[in-house]
């Protein structure tokens, strides 16, 4: 079995800074981009277990990224993690469009370490399991 690996695609720290303790405690390598293309060559270089990729300030390039990430490891949870306070009807647009570009999961504010780190473990285990499985 490969070593559980969690590629974090973010404008700053935040993110795997909220992943960092878990990840050490269950010995899972955390790899940490800021730039789209970067982010990328992480996949080619080796198959991550988990990607967050969180939005930010290029949201368009966010979410042209996403697509890309979803096309490049289909088998490869994505998950979509916005700090952007909107309002129901634009918090609704954004979720669709993240699902329809190929996100497993969508957090939205309020952001928790504790609902962040639930959603990574969980799919890391489902990860492990399925390969110790098949």
């Known amino acids: 079995m490969r070593y559980p690996q969690v590629v974090i695609y973010d404008s700053d720290d935040w993110l795997a800074t ?13 790899r940490e981009s800021r730039q789209a293309d970067a982010c990328l060559q992480l996949l080619r270089e080796a198959r991550p277990s988990v990607v967050l990729l969180k939005l930010g300030p290029k949201a368009l390039e966010e979410m042209t990224l996403l697509s890309r990430l979803t096309r490049h490891v289909p088998d490869c949870p994505v998950v979509l993690v916005s700090d952007a306070k909107l309002d129901v009807a634009g918090r609704h647009d954004l979720v669709g469009l993240a699902y329809d570009l190929g996100a497993r999961y969508v957090l939205m504010p309020p952001l928790t370490r504790s609902v962040i780190e639930d959603v990574v473990v969980g799919l890391l285990e489902a990860t492990i399991q399925r390969q110790t499985m098949g």
Do not use: P, T
């Not at 909220?18 to 955390?30: P, T």
């Open 18 to 30: 909220q992943v960092a303790e878990v990840a050490r405690e269950n010995g899972w390598l955390v």
